[in-house]
């Protein structure tokens, strides 16, 4: 795949994009300056990423809030360096042509005699949160910066030094075959043969990494649950945990900073201590939060810090200062160490695929399971054309049709406490990422986010406990989702719960 490139974009487009944006009213809050427009452009865009029908999946994961105004700044030619990726001409020339024409689209309709050399050919140039493969080391700062205004907010230096370590780092993962990282092996990034999960040598790698089974469920006969719980730690977090261990040593990062209600976080300090790392987990909690579960993890040698959760919804960098870090990174939402969604939960995505069942029910709290699932369907959906990631042997047209459903609660005071969250700030772009899969009929058109109904718990809880199954009400939610909505389900198709466990604290 060829180098990104950017091209600049000529008066009659800008033209084409001002006309739209005054159609949208947006321009009426802005000065009068000749390149006021471009607040008003920002906000325009990001209605239009938001709400425009069947927009390229693609685009809604680039700008889940819009381009920043620093990239359409670039973009118009009035800041260096100049010009706009494809993505992001892409992106204004859908937006103005109201969703119908493309960049190339609209150059060959409207301007080929005079800006033919500005059409794209061959392969798409590399957008701006995609690996770049041939990457050039003069430019990883440009990329790097582009990556951050992307994110949720402005990252600091040292989240931008940690982005550019990576980049570097994954111009050499086509050749990978297996890594010591400071005491850490790492036997494969996707052979099935050579699992990573749970990691030596504690643990014996296997894969799939859990199990699963059928279980019985009153007035259904195709009902199986993957469970998690056997995991170290006892949750799924445990995945996630071993690879912020692996970023931790590999990046010599001194502080990591995550807000949690417990399994997150005992799992990432289970990991720390397990292989003697000196990064230090600065935990936020909620006040509420149990002092039995932040005894626990003080115990664990995790720092505790407390706030009311409920006041507003802070920022990575609002994170950072609450829990006195300094020299190190936020990863509550993600970004700096899975900048693409798909890193934390992929291998347990693949093994959940594998069973290619017809319905999903998955626990969503913060949607990162949940969300990690739907990249890797979509991705594996593209791949058919070409070649499958080893790890999949499922049926990409059962998982096309497969209805994904995200159980969660809105209730502060519910039993399934770990799925509820004060502020959520990537719950719209999930639900439009959804909704752009459903409408390009990557995954059943049932799929959604669903909030489950608290009579449901006792008999999901009830059911486990028949099966020897360890879980707590946040974990088992995907019962009873299933339980919740048993009156609307096809009786005999394959319903697969995942339980995500329990949290096993040291004693």
């Not at 006021?36 to 425009?52: C, E, M, P, R």
């Not at 300090?269 to 003697?276: A, G, I, T, V």
């Not at 070649?387 to 039993?415: E, M, V, W, Y």
């Not at 009929?441 to 986010?449: E, P, V, W, Y």
């Amino acid at each position: 795949m060829k180098k990104a490139s950017a091209k600049r974009i000529p008066k009659e487009i800008l033209d084409l994009v001002r006309e739209q944006l005054t159609r949208t009213g947006h321009h009426e809050s802005v000065g009068t300056g000749r390149w006021s427009f471009i607040h008003g452009l920002q906000k325009a865009v990001k209605d239009f990423v938001k709400n425009a029908p069947a927009l390229d999946p693609q685009l809604s994961l680039s700008y889940p809030q819009g381009p920043s105004e620093d990239l359409l700044r670039r973009a118009f030619n009035l800041k260096s360096p100049p010009g706009a990726t494809q993505t992001l001409r892409n992106l204004l020339a859908l937006f103005a042509t109201q969703n119908t024409q493309d960049w190339n689209s609209l150059i060959n309709e409207r301007f080929r005699d005079k800006y033919k050399s500005l059409v794209d050919a061959g392969e798409d140039d590399m957008e701006e949160v995609k690996p770049m493969q041939s990457l050039g080391t003069e430019n990883m700062d440009s990329f790097a910066t582009k990556i951050a205004n992307v994110l949720i907010e402005k990252l600091s230096n040292k989240e931008i030094d940690l982005l550019k370590d990576q980049l570097r780092d994954e111009k050499r993962t086509d050749h990978f075959s297996g890594e010591e990282i400071e005491g850490l092996y790492v036997p494969s990034q996707n052979d099935p043969m050579k699992p990573e999960f749970p990691p030596r040598p504690f643990y014996e790698p296997k894969f799939p990494a859990s199990s699963t089974f059928q279980i019985d469920v009153p007035g259904f006969t195709n009902v199986w649950l993957k469970d998690e719980s056997t995991n170290p730690t006892g949750t799924h977090k445990s995945r996630m945990a071993w690879e912020v261990l692996i970023k931790a040593k590999q990046y010599h990062i001194k502080e990591v900073s995550i807000i949690s209600s417990g399994s997150a976080a005992a799992a990432i300090q289970h990991f720390f201590n397990l292989y003697k790392v000196n990064t230090k987990l600065k935990v936020l909690m909620d006040f509420k939060i149990s002092k039995e579960i932040k005894d626990s993890l003080r115990k664990m040698g995790s720092e505790i810090y407390e706030t009311d959760l409920s006041r507003q919804s802070l920022t990575g960098k609002e994170i950072k200062e609450l829990t006195h870090n300094k020299e190190g990174i936020d990863i509550t939402y993600r970004e700096i160490l899975d900048r693409y969604n798909d890193n934390y939960y992929d291998w347990l995505s693949y093994e959940i695929m594998n069973e290619h069942p017809s319905w999903c029910f998955v626990p969503f709290g913060t949607g990162d399971l949940f969300v990690n699932i739907l990249i890797i369907a979509e991705r594996e959906f593209n791949n058919r054309i070409y070649k499958h990631d080893p790890r999949f042997s499922g049926d990409i047209q059962k998982i096309s049709k497969c209805h994904f459903l995200g159980a969660t609660t809105h209730d502060a005071n519910s039993r399934m406490d770990k799925l509820f969250s004060y502020y959520l700030p990537s719950l719209d772009d999930y639900q439009f990422y959804i909704n752009s899969l459903i409408q390009n009929q990557r995954i059943g058109n049932l799929s959604g986010i669903l909030e489950v109904d608290e009579t449901f718990i006792e008999e999901a809880l009830e059911i486990s406990k028949k099966h020897s199954i360890r879980c707590e009400p946040s974990g088992i939610a995907g019962l009873a989702l299933l339980l919740q909505m048993k009156d609307e389900l096809p009786k005999d198709e394959k319903m697969l719960i995942i339980n995500t466990g329990s949290t096993i604290y040291p004693a």
